[in-house]
């Protein structure tokens, strides 16, 4: 199977993995909801894990991928609030907690330009 063709099926892998997290363990997701937000901070958790694996079975089906795809760069874009809150309460953490906290703030723009090659040809190309 050529690189192009597994990359969308690497994002719908990656996006069904952090859904099944937030059913799995969602403590630690709990903790990146901002207080702000309305309703329970639990309700938020297994609700972004359903749209992660929503996202994931649309990414992974050929014929829904180009929605599904531009939908996952939102999502990614939507979720930035909640990894900068994540870097902000974890600032006076253990070195490796503290890093790995600051390390996923730049990560979500390989993973929105990710979604939109996904999305404009199908295989994960810009």
Known sequence: MPRSERSPLLLAGLLAVAGVAHF???????????????????????????????LA???????????????????????FPANVKMAVDWRHRPARQR????????LQVPLVLWARGVARTGEGRA
Do not use: M
Not at 31 to 53: C, D, F, M, N
Not at 99 to 106: D, G, Q, T
């Open 99 to 106: 890093n790995a906290a600051f390390a996923r703030l730049p």
């Open 24 to 54: 799995a363990a969602p403590r630690p997701f709990d903790a990146t909801i901002p207080k702000a937000l309305p309703g329970s901070r639990r309700a938020w958790t297994y609700g972004s894990g359903a749209v992660e694996l929503a």
């Open 57 to 79: 079975a649309g990414i992974a089906a050929r014929r829904t991928r180009p929605l599904a795809a531009t939908a996952a760069a939102a999502f990614f874009v939507g979720v």
